[in-house]
Protein backbone atom coordinates (compact mmCIF):
# COMPACT_ATOMS: atom_id res chain seq x y z
CA UNK A 1 0.00 0.00 0.00
CA UNK A 2 1.46 3.43 -1.06
CA UNK A 3 1.69 6.14 1.80
CA UNK A 4 -0.60 8.03 0.48
CA UNK A 5 -3.65 4.92 0.88
CA UNK A 6 -2.81 4.70 4.36
CA UNK A 7 -2.87 8.29 4.95
CA UNK A 8 -6.07 7.94 3.11
CA UNK A 9 -7.36 5.61 5.16
CA UNK A 10 -6.05 6.55 8.57
CA UNK A 11 -7.39 9.67 8.06
CA UNK A 12 -11.38 7.91 7.28
CA UNK A 13 -11.14 5.64 9.96
CA UNK A 14 -9.96 8.50 12.88
CA UNK A 15 -12.93 10.88 11.01
CA UNK A 16 -15.66 9.03 8.77
CA UNK A 17 -15.94 9.35 5.13
CA UNK A 18 -14.59 11.56 3.23
CA UNK A 19 -16.49 13.61 0.28
CA UNK A 20 -15.59 12.84 -3.02
CA UNK A 21 -13.95 16.70 -3.23
CA UNK A 22 -11.89 16.15 0.03
CA UNK A 23 -10.38 12.83 -1.69
CA UNK A 24 -9.75 14.64 -4.85
CA UNK A 25 -7.60 16.47 -2.73
CA UNK A 26 -5.73 14.28 -1.01
CA UNK A 27 -4.69 12.43 -4.27
CA UNK A 28 -4.05 15.53 -6.64
CA UNK A 29 -2.92 17.89 -4.09
CA UNK A 30 -1.29 16.32 -0.70
CA UNK A 31 1.75 18.43 -0.30
CA UNK A 32 4.67 14.93 0.07
CA UNK A 33 2.52 12.87 -1.97
CA UNK A 34 -0.33 14.27 -4.62
CA UNK A 35 -0.14 13.75 -7.69
CA UNK A 36 0.43 17.36 -9.13
CA UNK A 37 2.91 17.84 -6.30
CA UNK A 38 5.48 14.94 -6.97
CA UNK A 39 5.27 14.93 -10.56
CA UNK A 40 5.49 16.00 -14.33
CA UNK A 41 2.73 14.03 -15.49
CA UNK A 42 2.30 15.82 -18.92
CA UNK A 43 3.09 14.76 -22.98
CA UNK A 44 3.74 11.21 -24.50
CA UNK A 45 5.64 9.65 -21.90
CA UNK A 46 3.65 10.87 -18.58
CA UNK A 47 0.04 10.31 -18.10
CA UNK A 48 -2.25 12.83 -21.03
CA UNK A 49 -1.45 15.61 -23.24
CA UNK A 50 -3.13 19.59 -23.85
CA UNK A 51 -3.71 21.45 -26.41
CA UNK A 52 -0.35 23.64 -25.63
CA UNK A 53 1.82 20.11 -25.75
CA UNK A 54 0.31 19.18 -28.86
CA UNK A 55 1.20 22.11 -31.64
CA UNK A 56 2.56 25.66 -30.55
CA UNK A 57 0.07 27.09 -32.55
CA UNK A 58 -2.31 26.88 -29.33
CA UNK A 59 0.21 29.26 -27.08
CA UNK A 60 0.95 31.72 -30.07
CA UNK A 61 -2.92 32.28 -30.45
CA UNK A 62 -3.32 32.44 -26.70
CA UNK A 63 -0.73 35.47 -27.09
CA UNK A 64 -2.12 36.94 -29.70
CA UNK A 65 -5.41 37.01 -27.61
CA UNK A 66 -3.60 38.45 -24.65
CA UNK A 67 -2.19 41.36 -27.03
CA UNK A 68 -5.66 42.34 -28.51
CA UNK A 69 -6.98 42.41 -24.85
CA UNK A 70 -3.99 44.85 -24.04
CA UNK A 71 -4.26 47.08 -27.00
CA UNK A 72 -8.61 47.33 -26.37
CA UNK A 73 -7.49 48.17 -22.48
CA UNK A 74 -5.59 50.95 -24.08
CA UNK A 75 -2.14 49.77 -23.84
CA UNK A 76 -2.12 49.89 -20.13
CA UNK A 77 2.00 50.52 -19.03
CA UNK A 78 1.70 47.92 -16.69
CA UNK A 79 -0.52 45.11 -16.38
CA UNK A 80 -0.44 41.05 -14.88
CA UNK A 81 -0.32 38.63 -17.69
CA UNK A 82 -1.57 35.84 -15.36
CA UNK A 83 -2.03 32.16 -15.96
CA UNK A 84 -3.49 29.44 -14.19
CA UNK A 85 -2.37 25.78 -13.74
CA UNK A 86 0.45 26.35 -16.44
CA UNK A 87 2.03 22.95 -16.95
CA UNK A 88 5.60 23.05 -18.25
CA UNK A 89 4.91 26.92 -19.19
CA UNK A 90 4.72 25.98 -22.76
CA UNK A 91 1.73 28.07 -23.67
CA UNK A 92 3.24 30.86 -21.96
CA UNK A 93 6.43 30.31 -23.68
CA UNK A 94 4.38 29.87 -27.31
CA UNK A 95 2.78 33.54 -26.12
CA UNK A 96 5.68 35.35 -25.11
CA UNK A 97 7.11 34.04 -28.69
CA UNK A 98 4.14 35.26 -30.34
CA UNK A 99 4.10 38.48 -29.02
CA UNK A 100 7.71 39.38 -29.29
CA UNK A 101 7.54 42.06 -32.12
CA UNK A 102 4.65 43.67 -30.35
CA UNK A 103 6.19 47.34 -29.34
CA UNK A 104 5.75 47.90 -25.43
CA UNK A 105 3.62 44.79 -24.90
CA UNK A 106 6.15 42.80 -22.87
CA UNK A 107 7.77 45.69 -21.01
CA UNK A 108 4.07 46.17 -19.84
CA UNK A 109 3.39 42.54 -19.11
CA UNK A 110 4.40 41.12 -15.44
CA UNK A 111 3.77 37.31 -15.69
CA UNK A 112 2.35 35.67 -12.40
CA UNK A 113 1.59 31.81 -12.25
CA UNK A 114 -0.61 30.08 -10.25
CA UNK A 115 1.15 26.86 -9.76
CA UNK A 116 0.66 24.26 -6.52
CA UNK A 117 3.37 22.02 -7.83
CA UNK A 118 7.44 22.68 -6.83
CA UNK A 119 8.10 20.34 -9.74
CA UNK A 120 5.74 22.38 -12.29
CA UNK A 121 7.45 25.70 -10.92
CA UNK A 122 10.45 24.71 -12.26
CA UNK A 123 9.36 23.42 -15.38
CA UNK A 124 7.67 26.40 -15.80
CA UNK A 125 10.65 28.63 -14.93
CA UNK A 126 12.91 26.68 -17.31
CA UNK A 127 9.97 27.42 -20.17
CA UNK A 128 10.04 31.10 -19.42
CA UNK A 129 13.83 31.38 -19.38
CA UNK A 130 14.68 29.96 -22.66
CA UNK A 131 12.28 32.64 -24.24
CA UNK A 132 14.50 35.38 -22.16
CA UNK A 133 11.80 36.17 -19.86
CA UNK A 134 12.64 36.55 -16.03
CA UNK A 135 10.61 38.92 -14.79
CA UNK A 136 8.08 35.74 -13.04
CA UNK A 137 6.07 35.29 -9.92
CA UNK A 138 4.61 32.09 -8.70
CA UNK A 139 1.61 32.76 -6.52
CA UNK A 140 -1.22 30.22 -4.60
CA UNK A 141 -4.19 32.19 -5.97
CA UNK A 142 -5.19 35.00 -7.56
CA UNK A 143 -5.90 37.48 -4.72
CA UNK A 144 -1.60 37.11 -4.09
CA UNK A 145 -1.38 38.82 -7.12
CA UNK A 146 -0.92 42.89 -6.78
CA UNK A 147 -2.88 45.34 -7.73
CA UNK A 148 -3.08 46.32 -11.73
CA UNK A 149 -5.67 45.38 -14.90
CA UNK A 150 -5.49 41.25 -15.50
CA UNK A 151 -5.43 39.30 -18.65
CA UNK A 152 -5.52 36.22 -17.23
CA UNK A 153 -5.43 32.45 -19.49
CA UNK A 154 -6.45 28.84 -17.95
CA UNK A 155 -6.21 26.05 -19.82
CA UNK A 156 -7.33 22.33 -18.50
CA UNK A 157 -7.04 24.34 -15.27
CA UNK A 158 -10.32 23.85 -13.96
CA UNK A 159 -11.13 20.07 -15.08
CA UNK A 160 -7.80 19.67 -12.39
CA UNK A 161 -10.19 20.71 -9.41
CA UNK A 162 -12.36 18.43 -6.89
CA UNK A 163 -15.78 18.07 -7.51
CA UNK A 164 -18.53 16.83 -4.93
CA UNK A 165 -21.34 14.28 -6.65
CA UNK A 166 -24.63 13.43 -5.34
CA UNK A 167 -27.08 10.90 -6.70
CA UNK A 168 -31.12 11.17 -6.21
CA UNK A 169 -32.51 8.63 -4.09
CA UNK A 170 -36.01 8.62 -3.34
CA UNK A 171 -36.32 12.33 -4.02
CA UNK A 172 -33.90 13.79 -2.16
CA UNK A 173 -29.97 14.38 -2.80
CA UNK A 174 -27.07 12.43 -1.03
CA UNK A 175 -23.72 13.09 -1.25
CA UNK A 176 -21.14 10.09 -2.52
CA UNK A 177 -18.62 9.24 0.10
CA UNK A 178 -15.07 8.05 0.23
CA UNK A 179 -15.12 4.28 2.87
CA UNK A 180 -12.70 2.26 3.87
CA UNK A 181 -14.05 -1.32 2.83
CA UNK A 182 -15.29 -3.99 5.19
CA UNK A 183 -11.90 -5.83 5.39
CA UNK A 184 -10.30 -2.09 5.74
CA UNK A 185 -7.46 -2.67 3.06
CA UNK A 186 -9.01 -0.85 0.36
CA UNK A 187 -11.31 1.99 -0.77
CA UNK A 188 -15.13 1.86 -1.71
CA UNK A 189 -18.06 4.85 -2.72
CA UNK A 190 -20.89 4.97 -0.38
CA UNK A 191 -23.85 7.42 0.32
CA UNK A 192 -24.67 9.21 2.58
CA UNK A 193 -27.38 8.29 4.86
CA UNK A 194 -28.29 12.56 5.37
CA UNK A 195 -30.05 14.47 2.52
CA UNK A 196 -27.42 17.00 1.02
CA UNK A 197 -28.39 20.36 2.42
CA UNK A 198 -30.11 22.35 -0.53
CA UNK A 199 -27.78 24.93 -1.54
CA UNK A 200 -25.39 22.48 -2.87
CA UNK A 201 -27.96 21.28 -4.99
CA UNK A 202 -27.44 23.53 -8.62
CA UNK A 203 -31.18 24.86 -8.44
CA UNK A 204 -31.77 24.44 -12.17
CA UNK A 205 -34.85 22.61 -14.17
CA UNK A 206 -33.30 19.97 -15.51
CA UNK A 207 -31.32 19.24 -11.85
CA UNK A 208 -34.90 19.81 -10.67
CA UNK A 209 -36.35 17.06 -12.51
CA UNK A 210 -33.70 14.26 -12.33
CA UNK A 211 -34.84 11.15 -12.26
CA UNK A 212 -34.00 9.02 -8.85
CA UNK A 213 -30.30 7.31 -9.97
CA UNK A 214 -29.50 10.49 -11.24
CA UNK A 215 -25.93 12.48 -10.10
CA UNK A 216 -25.32 15.77 -10.37
CA UNK A 217 -21.30 17.17 -9.85
CA UNK A 218 -20.66 20.21 -8.25
CA UNK A 219 -17.26 22.17 -7.95
CA UNK A 220 -17.36 24.43 -5.27
CA UNK A 221 -13.61 25.57 -5.42
CA UNK A 222 -14.09 26.20 -9.15
CA UNK A 223 -16.75 28.30 -8.42
CA UNK A 224 -14.53 30.45 -6.16
CA UNK A 225 -12.33 30.96 -7.96
CA UNK A 226 -13.99 31.92 -10.39
CA UNK A 227 -15.73 34.35 -8.50
CA UNK A 228 -12.43 36.15 -7.35
CA UNK A 229 -11.69 36.30 -10.76
CA UNK A 230 -14.95 37.96 -11.87
CA UNK A 231 -14.24 40.39 -9.11
CA UNK A 232 -10.81 41.15 -9.36
CA UNK A 233 -11.73 42.07 -13.46
CA UNK A 234 -14.52 44.10 -11.89
CA UNK A 235 -12.39 46.22 -10.32
CA UNK A 236 -9.29 46.48 -11.96
CA UNK A 237 -10.05 45.79 -15.61
CA UNK A 238 -8.86 42.92 -17.83
CA UNK A 239 -10.04 39.68 -19.52
CA UNK A 240 -9.77 36.26 -18.64
CA UNK A 241 -9.86 33.19 -20.94
CA UNK A 242 -11.00 29.26 -19.94
CA UNK A 243 -10.38 26.91 -22.04
CA UNK A 244 -11.29 23.29 -20.98
CA UNK A 245 -13.62 19.94 -21.62
CA UNK A 246 -16.98 20.40 -20.43
CA UNK A 247 -20.77 21.41 -21.06
CA UNK A 248 -22.48 24.84 -21.56
CA UNK A 249 -25.57 23.48 -19.93
CA UNK A 250 -26.10 22.50 -16.22
CA UNK A 251 -26.83 19.05 -16.54
CA UNK A 252 -27.58 15.77 -14.50
CA UNK A 253 -24.38 13.14 -14.75
CA UNK A 254 -21.40 11.42 -13.23
CA UNK A 255 -17.93 12.49 -15.15
CA UNK A 256 -15.21 12.10 -13.09
CA UNK A 257 -12.64 9.82 -14.68
CA UNK A 258 -8.88 8.75 -13.76
CA UNK A 259 -6.42 8.60 -16.58
CA UNK A 260 -3.12 6.65 -15.92
CA UNK A 261 -0.37 6.45 -19.16
CA UNK A 262 -3.34 7.39 -21.54
CA UNK A 263 -5.68 5.01 -20.45
CA UNK A 264 -8.91 5.01 -18.37
CA UNK A 265 -8.61 3.41 -15.36
CA UNK A 266 -10.77 3.05 -11.46
CA UNK A 267 -10.95 6.74 -9.89
CA UNK A 268 -10.74 5.17 -6.25
CA UNK A 269 -7.49 3.42 -7.36
CA UNK A 270 -3.94 4.13 -6.90
CA UNK A 271 -4.90 7.71 -4.94
CA UNK A 272 -1.47 9.53 -6.37
CA UNK A 273 -0.53 8.22 -8.84
CA UNK A 274 -2.94 8.85 -11.57
CA UNK A 275 -4.71 12.08 -12.90
CA UNK A 276 -8.32 12.40 -11.58
CA UNK A 277 -10.14 14.64 -13.52
CA UNK A 278 -14.47 16.09 -13.98
CA UNK A 279 -16.11 17.98 -17.35
CA UNK A 280 -16.49 21.76 -16.34
CA UNK A 281 -19.76 23.15 -16.09
CA UNK A 282 -19.88 26.32 -17.56
CA UNK A 283 -22.92 27.07 -16.96
CA UNK A 284 -22.88 27.29 -13.25
CA UNK A 285 -19.44 29.28 -13.82
CA UNK A 286 -21.12 31.37 -16.11
CA UNK A 287 -23.99 32.49 -13.39
CA UNK A 288 -21.02 33.12 -11.02
CA UNK A 289 -19.79 35.64 -13.75
CA UNK A 290 -22.99 37.07 -14.11
CA UNK A 291 -23.68 37.33 -10.22
CA UNK A 292 -20.34 39.47 -9.88
CA UNK A 293 -21.64 41.49 -11.86
CA UNK A 294 -18.69 40.90 -15.04
CA UNK A 295 -19.47 39.90 -18.91
CA UNK A 296 -19.82 36.50 -19.87
CA UNK A 297 -18.23 35.58 -23.71
CA UNK A 298 -19.58 32.38 -25.05
CA UNK A 299 -18.77 29.61 -24.50
CA UNK A 300 -18.00 28.37 -27.71
CA UNK A 301 -15.94 25.45 -29.16
CA UNK A 302 -12.16 25.70 -29.01
CA UNK A 303 -12.39 24.98 -33.30
CA UNK A 304 -14.46 28.16 -33.06
CA UNK A 305 -12.31 30.25 -30.66
CA UNK A 306 -8.93 29.08 -32.73
CA UNK A 307 -10.13 30.03 -35.78
CA UNK A 308 -11.54 33.66 -35.05
CA UNK A 309 -7.82 34.08 -33.65
CA UNK A 310 -6.44 33.94 -36.89
CA UNK A 311 -5.55 29.90 -36.80
CA UNK A 312 -5.81 29.53 -40.57
CA UNK A 313 -3.57 32.01 -41.25
CA UNK A 314 -1.01 30.80 -38.61
CA UNK A 315 -1.47 27.58 -40.29
CA UNK A 316 -0.19 28.71 -43.70
CA UNK A 317 2.76 30.81 -42.22
CA UNK A 318 4.14 27.34 -40.70
CA UNK A 319 3.16 25.68 -43.93
CA UNK A 320 5.29 27.68 -45.81
CA UNK A 321 8.48 27.42 -43.46
CA UNK A 322 8.77 23.57 -43.27
CA UNK A 323 11.73 21.86 -44.27
CA UNK A 324 10.04 18.25 -45.56
CA UNK A 325 7.42 16.48 -46.13
CA UNK A 326 7.27 14.82 -43.68
CA UNK A 327 7.33 18.19 -40.81
CA UNK A 328 4.90 19.50 -42.97
CA UNK A 329 2.56 16.81 -42.48
CA UNK A 330 2.88 16.57 -38.61
CA UNK A 331 2.28 19.90 -37.96
CA UNK A 332 -0.80 19.29 -39.74
CA UNK A 333 -1.87 16.65 -38.18
CA UNK A 334 -1.62 18.50 -34.88
CA UNK A 335 -3.70 21.28 -35.35
CA UNK A 336 -6.34 19.06 -36.63
CA UNK A 337 -6.28 17.20 -33.75
CA UNK A 338 -6.85 20.96 -32.03
CA UNK A 339 -9.69 22.21 -33.79
CA UNK A 340 -11.34 18.59 -35.60
CA UNK A 341 -14.66 18.20 -33.68
CA UNK A 342 -13.53 14.34 -33.33
CA UNK A 343 -10.77 15.51 -31.39
CA UNK A 344 -10.71 18.10 -29.32
CA UNK A 345 -12.64 20.69 -31.42
CA UNK A 346 -15.73 20.77 -30.16
CA UNK A 347 -15.43 18.67 -26.66
CA UNK A 348 -13.58 21.40 -25.99
CA UNK A 349 -14.83 25.13 -24.57
CA UNK A 350 -13.92 28.50 -24.59
CA UNK A 351 -15.30 30.76 -22.05
CA UNK A 352 -14.33 34.26 -21.91
CA UNK A 353 -14.51 36.57 -19.06
CA UNK A 354 -13.92 40.55 -19.20
CA UNK A 355 -14.91 43.95 -17.29
CA UNK A 356 -18.07 45.45 -17.79
CA UNK A 357 -16.41 47.97 -20.20
CA UNK A 358 -15.01 45.62 -22.77
CA UNK A 359 -18.81 44.29 -24.03
CA UNK A 360 -16.64 42.83 -27.58
CA UNK A 361 -14.05 40.93 -26.40
CA UNK A 362 -11.60 39.28 -29.48
CA UNK A 363 -12.58 35.29 -30.43
CA UNK A 364 -16.06 35.15 -29.41
CA UNK A 365 -17.94 37.34 -32.34
CA UNK A 366 -20.52 35.50 -33.81
CA UNK A 367 -19.56 32.10 -32.40
CA UNK A 368 -21.70 31.87 -28.73
CA UNK A 369 -23.26 28.41 -28.89
CA UNK A 370 -27.14 28.65 -28.40
CA UNK A 371 -27.90 28.64 -24.22
N1 LIG B 1 -2.34 24.29 -18.51
C1 LIG B 1 -1.38 23.21 -18.69
C2 LIG B 1 -1.45 22.12 -17.60
C3 LIG B 1 -2.76 21.47 -17.33
S1 LIG B 1 -2.64 20.28 -16.01
C4 LIG B 1 -1.52 22.63 -20.07
O1 LIG B 1 -2.48 22.94 -20.75
O2 LIG B 1 -0.64 21.87 -20.48
C5 LIG B 1 -3.26 21.18 -14.60
C6 LIG B 1 -2.32 22.22 -14.04
O3 LIG B 1 -2.96 22.85 -12.92
C7 LIG B 1 -1.00 21.70 -13.51
O4 LIG B 1 -0.01 22.69 -13.74
C8 LIG B 1 -1.30 21.53 -12.01
O5 LIG B 1 -0.16 21.43 -11.22
C9 LIG B 1 -2.11 22.77 -11.76
N2 LIG B 1 -3.00 22.71 -10.60
C10 LIG B 1 -3.90 21.74 -10.30
N3 LIG B 1 -4.59 22.06 -9.18
C11 LIG B 1 -4.13 23.27 -8.78
C12 LIG B 1 -4.46 24.16 -7.70
N4 LIG B 1 -5.40 23.84 -6.82
N5 LIG B 1 -3.81 25.34 -7.60
C13 LIG B 1 -2.85 25.67 -8.51
N6 LIG B 1 -2.50 24.87 -9.56
C14 LIG B 1 -3.12 23.70 -9.68
Redesign the pocket.
Known amino acids: MSPLFNHIRARILRDGPLSVAQFMEEA ?2 NRDYGY ?1 ITRDP ?1 GARGDFI ?4 ISQVFGELLGMWSASVWESLGRPSLFRWVE ?5 G ?2 MADAIRATRRLDGFHAAANIHL ?4 PV ?1 QTAQANALSTVGFKDVSWH ?1 DLSQVPEGPVICMA ?3 FD ?2 PVRQFQKVVSSWRERLVDVTETKDGLRFVLSTAAAKPHFIPDTETIRKTADGGWVETSPTSMRIVHTLADRLVSSGGAAVIIDYGHTQTAPGETLQAVQNHTFGDVLDHPGEQDLTAHVDFDALGRIVLHAGAVKHGPTTQNAYLNAMGLPIRARQLAAAVASVDQGQSIARAIDRLVNPEHMGTLFKVMGISAPNLANLVGFSQSSLPQ
Open positions: LGYLTAPEMGPGRTLIESSLRNEFAL
